[in-house]
């Protein structure tokens, strides 16, 4: 059986596709609705509980041997299995079967957001483990027994380089050589692009790694600028993604690896890597690279603590009354659970990396104090994340304008402000992180932007930070309040439109 998955952003476009083809037929899942429209409006139910998720769209395919032999009940099954098995036990789903092609098989459109939750269904290494999940599938339903892509990667070493290795071998175990042979320059070359792609990284940071690791690199791009193949070269000796395998070639390198491509965003960055090409890191400083960035990925997921939802109209009354916060931002990040209080009554900002997964929290404790927050410390992953809203535009958005800020109260504060000033939310897609450590920032991410607003705290750490990230990002523009913080900055720009408004009512124009 052959599992083949995408993600995408849309889903009536899929379902029209799927409701299509001739003779397919509605056999499972776990919706309600009978046709591609009122499947389209039920899936809207699992979106309006994560609106800041991105693609949240799954299609997986799953295709029989060629001597199997299964019916509308028995797919039903394996599809449900299988998405039980990939993570998706609280998920809206639904299987058809398809007969227009000489394979047998089945399609499930599913929603990655959980019912349960909210929360995105964590997609690292998925086609490894989807592999793993069809193997004993046929081994419990009794199917015939498919090669999996992942072993028909990898390219085989030639004759020759083989018999180069055993005569080494031999030449070694007799004293001969004073060291065994060396592996192949391909098998080394694959195992470095495996270990560097581990924690599904972008895919100018995966060729930087391998810059980094001896391995030169080069892209071949279209007339039009889209990518269209890669290569790579070490100790002399270049090969084509195709000479190592499916999984190595540009394409293949984002399905099965998992490695994030996005051209508007990472075509520059990879053009100026060509260009400008990162140094070999010494061996024993890449051994250790490599091994924080697999220990990384080794690490549990973040698991957000539950809230007390007793008090969660105080802090709600407090925001909106005394910080000022409108209602549809603090409700908002509320419902999607980046805010609220825990059991031990700390109030949290859930952190998340850019692809929307929650990966730690921040906690301010002192509200009437100050705005700094601390990392929650308990069950915190490692991995790279960061508190944001975005507003203005549509969710599906491309995100147009980015502000830094140094605490989250000063990022809604500042949110508020950029409301107010517009006169309503901005029209294009805006996104404030807080972001001020110049030695945890998305950096790929702000590069690609031709402006980055520097808008921390007037004050001595955030005009601190604010230096250095600007020369981290030449792009970046510093934006200064006139007072210490962005909540006070808030206050007295709404205190002076209320008398503006006041002297207006009494016929004063200014």
Not at 84 to 97: K, S, T
Not at 380 to 386: L, Y
Not at 477 to 491: A, F
Request: charged share 30%; hydrophobic share 30%; glycine share 6%.
């Amino acid at each position: 059986m052959i599992g083949k998955q995408t993600k995408g952003r849309g889903f009536r476009k899929l379902l029209d596709y799927l409701e299509s083809r001739e003779d397919a037929q509605l056999i499972g899942g776990n919706m309600s609705g009978r046709n591609a429209r009122e499947l389209a409006r039920e899936f809207k139910l699992s979106r309006q509980l994560n609106s800041d998720a991105d693609r949240v769209v799954y299609h997986v395919s799953l295709s029989a041997a060629k001597g199997d032999k299964l019916d509308d009940e028995k797919w039903s099954e394996i599809g449900d299995r299988y998405m039980f098995e990939m993570g998706f036990d609280a998920n809206q789903f639904v299987i058809f079967r398809h007969h227009n092609t000489d394979d047998d098989h089945i399609h499930i459109a599913a929603s990655r957001i959980r019912m349960d939750t909210g929360l995105v269904v964590h997609d690292s290494w998925d086609y490894v483990r989807s592999e793993k999940v069809l193997r004993q599938i046929e081994i419990d339903y009794n199917l015939v027994q498919v090669q999996g892509s992942r072993e028909k990667l990898n390219r085989t070493p030639s004759t020759g380089q083989i018999r180069r290795i055993r005569r080494e071998q031999e030449e070694f175990s007799q004293g001969q050589r004073d060291s065994p042979p060396q592996r192949i320059i391909k098998e080394s070359v694959q195992q470095t692009i495996d270990r560097a792609g581990v924690d599904n990284p972008q895919m100018p940071t995966l060729i930087m790694r391998l810059q980094q690791a001896g391995i030169s690199v080069r892209t071949g791009w279209t007339r039009n600028g889209k990518s269209k193949g890669i290569s790579y070269e070490k100790d002399g000796q270049a090969f084509s993604g195709t000479q190592l395998g499916a999984a190595y070639t540009f394409p293949g390198l984002q399905k099965h690896l998992g490695v994030d491509y996005q051209p508007e965003r990472d075509d520059e960055p990879i053009h100026e890597l060509l260009l400008k090409p990162a140094k070999p890191l010494p061996i024993e400083q890449l051994e250790k690279f490599l091994q924080e960035i697999e220990r990384k990925q080794q690490q549990p997921q973040f698991t957000p603590p539950p809230e007390d939802k007793v008090v969660w109209q105080v802090l709600h009354k407090y925001l909106s009354e005394k910080r000022y916060i409108p209602d549809y931002i603090v409700q908002g990040l509320h419902n999607n659970q980046l805010l609220y209080m825990d059991e031990q009554r700390n109030i949290l900002f859930i952190k998340r990396d850019l692809d929307g997964e929650k990966t730690g929290a921040l906690v301010w404790s002192k509200p009437r104090e100050n705005h700094r927050t601390v990392e929650y410390d308990q069950n915190t992953s490692t991995q790279n994340g960061w508190f944001y809203l975005r507003l203005g535009g549509q969710p599906t958005d491309k995100v147009e304008n980015v502000f830094l800020c140094s605490t989250p109260i000063d990022a809604m504060s500042a949110a508020t402000y950029l409301i107010s000033s517009c006169k309503g939310l901005p029209p294009t897609r805006t996104m404030l992180i807080v972001a001020d450590d110049p030695n945890n920032l998305p950096m790929e991410f702000l590069k690609s932007f031709n402006r980055v607003v520097v808008a921390f705290n007037n004050d001595e750490p955030g005009n601190k930070t604010a230096s250095a990230v600007l020369e981290l990002l030449p792009q970046g523009k510093r934006l200064k309040t006139h007072n210490p913080d962005w909540s006070q900055e808030l206050e007295a720009h709404l205190l002076e439109e209320q008398q503006k408004q006041k002297q207006q009512d009494r016929g004063f124009s200014l």
